[in-house]
């Protein structure tokens, strides 16, 4: 798996695509590529859909070099692409699609890489009873939680993926974790922590 860019990096690259060098665009969908599969997995679970998507999004933005825009945020704009494509092909295949905001599409949270990390037994079941609980929010809320805590995202780049004002975003989330806590205890809620952020 190709290491996460810095921001500052990946925004390099991306003045250098803007310029005509296909090769920084290369680079920028091979250090981005995980992500973009790992977030598209949560809103989709068919890996050849997911895989498809990521490649048109490519593809159109070499056919686009010449008149794609700056971007405060390379991956956060990804992410935002990636979703919009998704949600506009499934649309092609149901009967109907409503493009407002809403919880009707899946998602899903899973940290079943990381459990070969963990020798505990009890640190497992903690682990597993995370999985569950944030599985147990609404999608909205899930959504949020990957994008702050995996991605790493700001409120700000948050709110441009998911559609929402920034204080929307931060009430959501405290909303979430809110929920999260009713069920944890303060060393539960350690490992919490520990997932989210991938330390």
């Given at each position: 798996m190709?290491r996460r860019l810095?921001?500052?990096d990946a925004?390099?690259?991306?003045?250098?695509?803007r310029?005509?060098d296909m090769y920084?665009?290369?680079?920028?969908?091979?250090?981005?590529y995980?992500?973009l599969?790992?977030?598209g997995?949560r809103?989709?679970a068919d890996?050849e859909?997911?895989?498809?998507?990521i490649q048109?999004?490519?593809l159109n933005?070499w056919k686009?070099?010449?008149s794609?825009?700056?971007v405060?945020?390379?991956?956060?704009?990804l992410?935002v692409?990636?979703k919009?494509r998704m949600l506009?092909?499934?649309?092609k295949?149901?009967?109907?699609y409503?493009?407002s905001?809403?919880d009707?599409?899946?998602?899903?949270?899973?940290?079943?890489?990381?459990?070969?990390?963990?020798?505990?037994?009890?640190e497992?079941y903690?682990?597993?009873?995370?999985?569950?609980?944030?599985n147990?929010?609404?999608?909205?809320q899930?959504?949020l939680i990957y994008l702050r805590?995996?991605?790493?995202?700001?409120f700000e780049?948050?709110a441009?993926?998911?559609?929402?004002?920034?204080?929307?975003v931060y009430?959501?989330?405290q909303?979430?974790?809110n929920s999260?806590?009713k069920?944890?205890?303060v060393?539960?809620?350690?490992l919490?922590?520990?997932?989210l952020t991938?330390a």
């Open positions: 190709s810095p921001p500052n925004q390099q690259l991306w003045q250098e695509y310029s005509g920084a665009l290369a680079k920028i969908m091979q250090s981005h995980s992500d599969f790992h977030w997995m809103l989709h890996r859909f997911v895989k498809d998507c048109e999004i490519f933005l686009m070099q010449e794609i825009r700056p405060d945020n390379v991956r956060a704009y992410l692409v990636l919009s506009r092909e499934l649309a295949k149901q009967t109907a409503n493009s905001v809403s009707e599409y899946a998602f899903s949270v899973e940290f079943a890489a990381d459990v070969h990390l963990i020798e505990e037994e009890h497992i903690q682990t597993r009873k995370l999985e569950y609980g944030i147990h929010l609404p999608n909205r899930k959504e805590f995996y991605q790493n995202l700001s780049q948050i441009d993926v998911m559609h929402l004002g920034r204080q929307s009430n959501l989330l909303k979430s974790l999260l806590r069920n944890w205890t060393n539960g809620l350690g919490v922590f520990y997932f991938g």
